[in-house]
């Protein structure tokens, strides 16, 4: 089945060490993005790549970095995790970046900072 | 204002019942609207999405959108236990090249 795959499902990292989250998607799909959620919270837009062209949000801190290197593959770098950066961290695609294209998520990943 | 308002809830209904969901939105631009299902430590679930004025139905899913009143609702028919989870409302923004915004969810318990 075609599907959006996260790894780890779970990461804990220490304050300041760097973690790297990562998606694979075997929907071809163009774009792909990274979305912050805290409890009780709305999904955040971190940033997506329309194929390879990176959009970073205005609000994104610098702390978070993210590669494509392909089109199946996407990664979360965040460099120096704080306390406030505990989330889950959802990757999600769409066929392209049009407003009617829905967008697919995959499990996400749970990052706990101690 | 913010972009996109959901009431946070929780809203109860019977097994059975009818549930209702509603969402405002902000942007008069958008045209793409899309209600996620979420359970409790779980990733967002596309359920239904509505691109014109009037209902879409699936299954004991309704979307209903009115662009003029800027408005947008989903309908559970038949309401389970099952159905019990956050649902999220997400609108096309235009002034921000297209990008999803996501309210913050209502939760829906339903009760057996």
């Known amino acids: 089945d075609a599907m959006v795959i996260q790894n780890p499902r779970y990461q804990v990292t220490q304050f300041g060490k760097p973690v790297t989250l990562s998606c694979s998607q075997t929907l071809n799909h163009n774009v792909m993005y990274w979305y912050q959620q805290k409890s009780s919270q709305a999904p955040k837009l971190l940033f997506h790549y329309y194929d390879k062209d990176f959009n970073n949000e205005a609000d994104t801190p610098d702390n978070f970095q993210s590669r494509r290197p392909n089109t199946s593959f996407c990664f979360l770098d965040i460099r120096s995790p704080g306390l406030g950066d505990a989330a889950m961290y959802l990757c999600?695609?769409?066929?392209?970046?049009?407003?009617?294209?829905?967008?697919?998520f995959g499990p996400g990943t749970r990052l706990t900072v101690l | 204002q913010k972009e996109v308002e959901q009431n946070s809830g929780p809203l109860s209904v019977p097994e059975g019942a009818i549930a209702s969901l509603n969402c405002t939105y902000s942007?008069?631009?958008?045209?793409?609207f899309f209600w996620y299902r979420q359970y409790s430590g779980k990733s967002p679930e596309l359920i239904m999405f509505i691109y014109s004025n009037g209902d879409k139905e699936d299954g004991r899913f309704t979307a209903q959108l009115n662009k003029a009143s800027q408005y947008v609702s989903l309908l559970i028919r038949d309401s389970q236990p099952s159905d019990s989870a956050t649902y999220l409302c997400?609108?096309?923004?235009?002034?921000?090249?297209?990008?999803?915004?996501f309210g913050a969810g209502t939760i829906l318990r339903v009760k057996s």
């Open positions: 997400a609108v096309n923004i235009m002034e921000y090249g297209n990008k999803l915004v």
């Open positions: 999600a695609t769409s066929r392209d970046g049009g407003h009617s294209n829905e967008q697919f």
């Open positions: 942007d008069r631009g958008s045209q793409s």
